[in-house]
């Protein structure tokens, strides 16, 4: 039982209710709390009447009793709440899904999305609820708001409440939420969908959010989502442009007005935006479309008695992910590129293989926005390419990538013969190359390698060699001082094949500590040998490890295969 050491009433409305969180300091109504959110009804027992409460718990007693290990933080002496977090995060998602839980903060942060994602939508689920009882739901997600980085977008009754009702939590999202994840495959451009285009405005464009995740949304709603996102500025140095009008726009001033783009310097940040550079590609027509502008939709969710006037800001987009992305998509994405002078990062995942002359097209749409000499993308990733010679003509595009991830599935249709490229020195700090174990063309990696002198992190996984060749030539490319991450989770390394590595180290120590990365590789199934090479690679290398299991999934059938 948990001992009240101090308690003072602090004056709050009746019918209000306040938690927060913060070491051993909690606050509730008509109840005592501990930080995990299991409820004691302590406050009758303990003779105190019905209100709001400061307590000040024997906290070292109570995570004992709870079979918890508490942990005192250095700086402030105060116990660590660590180890209670890391058990909800496991309680919820299960203990082989919590990985890298180190500080403190970090995994209170995630038990408090994962708790607010599931909650937040209606899901049923014990873990959830174990933590939850007699508790003010509203109240605990303006708590759990604050905690909130990645908000994902889903079209239900729970958000529409959030649009129309909970003024208060959209307020406290917008000003934390970093990350909108938007994943529906209906038109949400219709009437009854309006309520998640708002929401989707007030986090994009009135809070924080610069980054966005989208999976495979129809042409309307992507061009409604990025319409009006880059500069003027980068169009000046592309004379021979077109005036290009998305139909789903509706009102001419308010896409020609100041929407506070925003792009990487702050002179640009009242620039209007401007006309796409033309580009040679054939952009399909799109259907008719009337949605409404951000002003219209702020006018019609505003507060009753509320007047709004003037021109909605535009949030800027820093980084874009599109995952499932279609040939409309390319359609719609390809033309804004060269414009988009603050876009840090992009990723491009198809459900298919592009076509040659689809990835041709997307690097010309990249030169033409590195030429402009205001990019500030630094980060690319494209999945799935046709062929490895392609790789030359995307960094040739774009130098000035400092990472680089893609995916390549070899094809003997429409083969794009490799001609000597004349690189720049490149600014490629990290490259990644998956292919599905398929015989490949490493020319293309070996002439990239060869002009990326500040490469730091190099992973290729799945490339076979012809027998005549070797990768002795490839690793004649890399500087000794590389630093290499390894990512062997995808390999199922056997702990015989992990002992000798660490004694091959042992014999050729390398110039400085490696990061070897061995999560997802069954440890269990050979747990003396495995001990062994740990203990030998302990001394030369940083291991990453989580302990997984092969009986929790099917890691022995697919290794076995």
């Known amino acids: 039982m948990v001992k009240i050491l101090d308690a003072v009433k602090v004056p709050l409305a009746a019918s209000a209710s ?20 299991e409820v004691h009804n302590l406050v009758a027992e303990q003779g105190f009447t019905a209100g709001v ?29 660590l180890s209670a977090w890391v058990l909800i995060l496991e309680d919820i998602k299960g203990a082989h899904r919590v990985l890298d839980l180190r500080s403190e903060d970090g995994t209170k942060q995630e ?3 994962t708790c607010f994602q599931l909650m937040f939508y209606g899901f049923k689920y014990k873990g959830v609820a174990k933590q939850l009882f007699n508790v003010n739901i509203t109240t605990l997600f303006l708590a759990m708001a604050k905690y909130i980085k990645r908000f994902h977008l889903r079209p239900s009754q729970f958000l529409q409440t959030l649009a129309q009702e909970q ?6 999202l917008e000003a934390s939420v970093g990350v909108v994840d938007v994943k529906h495959h209906k038109d949400l451009l219709k009437t009854e969908s309006q309520f998640v285009l708002y929401v989707l405005h007030r986090l994009l464009d009135h ?3 610069r980054e966005l995740i989208i999976y495979g949304l129809n042409p309307a709603m992507l061009t409604w989502i990025l319409q009006d996102r880059r500069s003027r500025n980068a169009c000046q140095q592309h004379p021979a442009s077109q005036v290009y009008r998305s139909s789903s726009v509706v009102n001419p001033t308010a896409a020609a007005g100041d929407r506070n783009t925003r792009p990487a310097d702050d002179d640009l940040e009242t620039e209007a935006p401007c ?3 033309k580009l040679d590609v054939t952009i399909r027509p799109r259907e008719a479309r009337s949605p409404v502008e951000p002003e219209m939709l702020c006018r019609a969710f505003a507060l009753s008695g509320s007047c709004l006037t003037g021109s909605c800001p535009r949030g800027k987009i820093c ?16 033309p804004l590129v060269p414009t988009w002078l603050c876009l840090r990062s992009l990723t491009i995942q198809s459900c298919w293989i592009f076509r040659v002359a689809e990835v041709q097209l997307l690097a010309r749409s990249l030169k033409q926005l590195w030429q402009t000499s205001r990019s500030s993308l630094v980060d690319l990733s494209v999945a799935v390419l046709p062929q490895t010679a392609l790789v030359e003509q995307l960094l040739d595009a774009c130098p000035g990538l400092r990472s680089l991830s893609l995916e390549i599935h070899p094809m003997d249709v429409d083969p794009v013969p490799r001609q000597p490229t004349d690189l720049p020195e490149l600014s490629l700090q990290t490259l990644s190359v998956k292919v599905p174990q398929v015989l490949a063309d490493f020319r293309s990696i070996t002439a990239v390698l060869k002009h990326s002198p500040h490469l730091a992190s190099l992973h290729i996984s799945g490339i076979r060699l012809p027998t005549s060749s070797s990768y002795r030539n490839l690793l004649r490319t890399i500087s000794a001082e590389l630093v290499f991450l390894s990512p062997d989770s995808s390999n199922f390394i056997q702990p015989a094949e992990l002992l000798e590595l660490g004694q091959r180290l042992r014999t050729h120590p390398p110039p400085s500590r490696l990061t070897l990365d061995l999560r997802k590789n069954p440890w269990d199934r050979d747990q003396e040998t495995w001990r062994d090479a740990r203990r030998t690679l302990g001394s030369l290398c940083d291991l990453l490890t989580d302990g997984w299991k092969s009986r929790n999934t099917m890691a022995d059938h697919i290794s076995n295969m």
Do not use: H
Request: charged fraction near 20%; include cysteine; charge should be negative.
């Open 167 to 172: 003024r208060a939590l959209l307020t406290v």
């Open 18 to 37: 306040k938690i927060e969180a913060d070491g051993e300091w909690t606050y509730i109504a008509n109840g005592v709390t501990d930080v995990t959110g």
């Open 53 to 81: 409460y400061r307590v000040d718990f024997n906290t070292e007693a109570y995570w004992e009793a709870q079979g918890y290990t508490p942990t005192p933080t250095p700086d402030s002496g105060r116990i660590s709440t």
């Open 207 to 209: 809070g924080q959010a």
């Open 275 to 277: 006309k796409r550079p």
């Open 111 to 113: 038990a408090m999305d």
């Open 319 to 334: 980084s874009l992910q599109i995952r499932e992305c279609g040939q409309s998509t390319l359609d719609v994405l390809v």
